[in-house]
């Protein structure tokens, strides 16, 4: 099992050396994001020890859950599930460093008053919905950037930059299209030159789309099967409201 994800880690690891190459663009430039939904704490080690750092969750449970035993193995703890309002002072007490699924202003404007009583900052990403399924959480591409203004009101919330899932299909030109709307949803933003906003990181890709989305720009990559292997949940667990 330990050789398993060290080889499949070494594997992704291959992907994204090779795609950075193809695009012409230096390894520096793409962090790797293990996505650890329903990975015991073990095996999340395991990956760990071999030097990764990034590591996130989608539910606040399973952070909490996994919390204790994964203390003293450093790593840094991004969020990519949909958060709700009411888990948010839960969600602060597992040093969470950025919120990559901010997705509304009711969300933003919650986390800042809690942040504000806490007296802490917290880095975000906007999650936008760039494949225009109704099934997946993320602000509508055109009214990414009216949200973002209203985030940067609140001086609690750093934006870093954008997030988005692309369409599962098996054509590569219809996800990379989600890509590229994403790379033009910041591009716009970044001529604004807003205060309070930065939009240096895009993170996209997954196991499957991982090559499309380092040509198009990714500066996050997200990855669960391809090196812990498959799921027993389907994603629409995760993702879709209705089937809680
Ligand atoms: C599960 C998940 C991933 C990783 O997906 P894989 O296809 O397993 O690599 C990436 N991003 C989000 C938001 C996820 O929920």
Redesign the pocket.
Known sequence: MENEIIKNLNHVLKRIETACVHSNRPLSDVKLLL?T?TVPAERIKIALSTGQTLI?E?KVQELKEKYEALKTTPHINHF??HLQTNKIKDILKYDVSCI??LDRIELATKLHQRLQLENKTLEVLIQVNTSNEESKFGVHPEKALELVKQVAQLDTLKIKGL?T?GLFSAETEKVRACFRLLKNTQQQINALHLSNVEMKELSMG???DLETAIEEGSTII???????GQ?IYP?SY??DETKK
Do not use: E, L, P, V
Request: net charge positive.
């Open positions: 996505a939904k996130a989608n990519i599930g990559q699924s997030m899932i997954m196991s499957n997200r990855i669960g099967t391809a090196i812990f799921r994603d995760y993702w």
